[in-house]
Structure formats: structure tokens, C-alpha cells
């Protein structure tokens, strides 16, 4: 019996469509590192701006709402308030996941703020 398609166009066949799975594969792993680069820099570099932008002596009314305006986490946002010392706004920043988190702690007395100072709080 003779064969109509020879056995070595089969596997050329094969072997450039795994080439091309594999490349594709490639690519998708690099975007997805590319992605988790940025959002890794895009949370950082928010608290780190959103600490420069305050200034010690400005009122405590709008900062929490500065904060959600400059990307921070609603559910992450809040104000804190010890039993001893100063009031704290904690503006949280998610990063790639939600265990890498890039804070800017805002210290208030009196209605006014007193120092910001940014801060990584990521778990592995």
C-alpha cells in the first residue's frame, strides 16, 4: 500500500505548531510580567505622591477624599484613631496582589496634619 502523504510533513507540522504555541505562551507570560511591573510601580509611585502632596499644617477634612481621588483603596482607606497619641489617616495602595500594599500614613493632632510618611507593608 503506498502512502499519499509522507510521514516527515506530518511531523514539520507538528513541530512548527508547537513552536507557535510555545511562542505564544511566551508572549502572554511576558505581558502578564509587564503587568504586574506596572501595577506594582503605579501603587507605589501613588502613595509615594500622595505623601509628597501633603503638607504639615493642612486640614485633616479632605484628605481622605485626596486620597480615594489619587487611586487608593476604599476598602483600605480609613482613619485610625490609638488609644494614645495622634489620629492617622492609613491611604492604602494595592500593588499586584492584594498582600502588596503601599501605604501613606498621614499623622493629624488637632485638625491638622502633622507628618506623611510612606511605607511597603507586603507578605509574601
Known sequence: MKRLLPRQPRAAALVAALVVSLAILGLCALGALGWALYAEQRAR???R????GIRPGEPEAALAQ???AAGADP???RW?????????LVAT???VTPRSRH???VSVEAGLAREARYEWAGRP
Open 80 to 88: 485610625v484613631q490609638p488609644l494614645v497619641g495622634p489620629r492617622w
Open 45 to 47: 509611585s501613588g502613595a
Open 75 to 77: 476598602a483600605g482607606t
Open 66 to 68: 485626596r486620597a480615594l
Open 93 to 95: 495602595f494595592i500593588g
Open 49 to 52: 505622591d500622595f505623601c509628597a
Open 103 to 105: 501605604l501613606c500614613l
